[in-house]
């Protein structure tokens, strides 16, 4: 069996073990995905084990493979990613060296460009030089290779007593086979061809000796797959990079498009779409956002249905994907290992082999407290924004016993709890659930069962919505009951989890009754779904926009003064993104829009900072001037709740909400960002018809008016 606690399975604590192989920072790797593989390199090109590689289904298939020319590193140029995230690029040169023959070729002379691409299974590079000195040179072009077939768990930090069986490379004249047999049964291979020969190869190492003329360039091809197949060429290169760029082109067509007047601006919204795009996979029950690369490229519960809470106004097809995949795997028995119960919402999955052979609970893992009540709640949303009575209906057993479940964990105390029911699960189970992030205000660890305030409000919103869609479908005794749960619900909220010193909630509420005392961002979460009296929203609001929270680039996970308070934490005072944007939709929803338009800014100059990407979280130092944000080293990039937080953040300043119901929008006080004075909504789907809505200022204020052309009649009502 694995040895494992839930701090192995923590990216922060994951730096540790990272240390020694000098982890390289999340914004200076590159990362591309297609189905259920990823790559991650540096700006090189080159993979040198640390948490990078090329993964297929939660296995290191790929742990090495680095270019030397002229048995040297080569020198960087500059590495981007396609504005599609479909092709990485790698412009390089070389650094002083002797051709084959011995002659000396100054740095400079030499230009190469790798190209890499992934599409179904395969990666795709091509390598080109060209030479660009005044004399015909033979280079040798070296390609440095290693599979290790670890688990992800494994790369991690997660240790095994056993491991399958490793085979020695086989290689031919133009391939390397390498392969691994697990414990689980599955061969796993790594097939590595090349489009010419290499003049030697060896079972890690493949040199090409390639001459180069003056002002003239050659290219290799090299694929690595699960088999060997066709020579490498450029018809195969071109053909995947088509059909890979046609197929991100279809997921991104999906739902509005925006577009403003600001060219950055533009830059960073488009950015945070392809990125959504990159993450969401195509699944049999429709599209699935995956979590985050590298760690949590996979179905995630908690993730899935806030990204697309994010991206529900501009695109429910993806809320619809992520309903019917999770209607799909709910719980319907007991299990301690899995911490499954009949109607739980299943919190993440795995393919790898350690989970096949249940060394570890994730194979199908239900350790979150949250997912349920957030399925629920983004069901109702769903039917709000859309009027999909028939998907509803079709998903109505499944709410129902979601809600049974969530009845349920609430019966003993009155709220919903948790703790682990086996030692090899998490700890913690909300969206904070590393090992150090749920305690009292002198440091104690509380003992379970476990509160958290933000859950106690997703139940409420859970309650709230099923009584209104009960109501549609005629269930008046089930909406009465529903209803009145809600009300409990935040009754029971506002009895015990209100501090009256410091006006606060509390972050929680252990088994033995008493409050974990501490100021937290999971209260922002209660403005999201309306739960607090307007008087206590307004404390609330005050806090979070002061400094102990707002650090200038977000909001911290936890207010400074805090005993565990750290900004360089993973949970304790760092930065989340898709946490600032949550709490920025609950500030607008008690009028405080002014105030996130400035969240809305410093998240924007956040991303800037961050190559118009926002990673899995950030450290929480002060802003000062001049600086930038301060990197988290093993946080995730890309991170698919991260780039929605631009579109929830953008939803909140607009004021707009559209109700499927009456095929209406509405928008209410709109504000546009900083900078932006014109903002449109482009093939806006409300019901059957599509609109294109703008937002413009006028003076101090903003107007907002359909286009004189869109397909249908929808009403647009605004209030300023």
Known sequence: MAQLDERRLDPAVALASLDATAPREPHRLFALKQGDCFAVAD???????????????????????????????????????????????????????????????????????????????????????????????????????????????????????????????????????????????????????????????????????????????????????????????????????????????????????????????????????????????ELTTGPYPYAGIPWFSTAFGRDGVISALQMLWLNPGLARGVLAFLAQHQATETSPFSDSQPGKIMHETRKGEMAALRELPFGRYYGGVDTTPLYIHLACAYADRTGDMAFVDSLWPSLCAAAEWTEEASRPTGFVTYQRAAE???????????????????????????????????????????????????????????????????????????????????????????????????????????????????????????????????????ADDAVFFNPMSYHNGSIWPHDTAICGAGLARFGERENVIRLMSSTFESAVHFNMRLPELFCGFTRAPGEAPIAYPVACLPQAWSAGSAFMLMQACLGLEIDGWAGEIHVTRPRLPIGIDTLTLRHLGVGTSKVDLTFQRVGDRVVAFLADRHEGLVPLIVRT
């Open 43 to 281: 700006a090189y090109g080159d993979i040198r084990g640390a948490g990078d590689g090329f993964f297929r289904d939660d296995t290191r298939v790929l742990s090495e493979f680095r270019l030397t020319v002229g048995d040297r590193q080569t020198s960087l140029l500059g590495a981007s990613l396609s504005q599609d995230n479909v092709l990485f690029t790698s412009n390089l040169t070389n650094l002083p060296m002797q051709s084959v023959r011995g002659r000396d070729i100054s740095q400079g002379a030499i230009h190469i460009e790798r190209v890499r691409l992934l599409w179904q299974d395969r990666l795709f590079e091509r390598i080109t030089l060209s030479n660009y000195s005044q004399e015909q040179s033979t280079i040798r072009v070296s390609l440095h290779f290693a599979a290790d077939f670890r688990d992800m768990f494994e790369v991690r930090g997660s240790t095994r007593l056993k491991r399958g069986m490793a085979h020695a490379a086989k290689t031919d004249a133009t391939c390397v086979l390498l392969r691994y047999d697990g414990l689980d049964g599955l061969a796993r291979i790594s097939a590595i061809s090349f489009s010419q020969a290499p003049d030697q190869l060896t079972g890690d190492r493949a040199d090409f000796l390639i001459a180069v003329t003056r002002r003239s360039s050659k290219v290799l091809y090299v694929e690595v797959g699960p088999e060997v197949a066709e020579t490498p060429n450029r018809d195969r290169f071109r053909a995947a990079a088509a059909r890979a760029r046609f197929g991100m082109r279809a997921k991104r067509r999906h739902g509005a498009t925006v577009h403003s007047s600001g060219r950055v601006f533009n830059d960073w919204v488009e950015r945070a779409r392809a990125d959504v795009a990159l993450l969401t996979t």
């Open 424 to 558: 090899s699960g998490l700890a913690n189970q909300g969206w904070k659930d590393s090992h150090d992030s749920v305690f009292h205000a002198d440091g104690r660890t509380p003992k379970g069962p476990i509160a958290l305030v933000e859950v106690q409000g997703y139940a409420f919103a859970a309650f709230r919505g099923l009584a209104a869609l009960a109501r549609r479908r005629g269930e008046i005794d089930r909406a009465d009951h529903w209803q009145s749960s809600a009300e409990a619900m935040r009754a029971a909220v506002e009895r015990h989890f209100w501090l009256d010193d410091p006006g606060f909630y509390a972050l929680a509420i252990d088994g033995a009754g008493e409050p974990c005392k501490v100021r937290t961002s999971n209260v922002g979460h209660l403005l999201y779904v309306g739960l607090p009296a307007p008087a206590r929203a307004q404390m609330v609001a005050d806090q979070l926009l002061s400094a102990s929270f707002h650090s200038g680039w977000g909001l911290r996970t936890l």
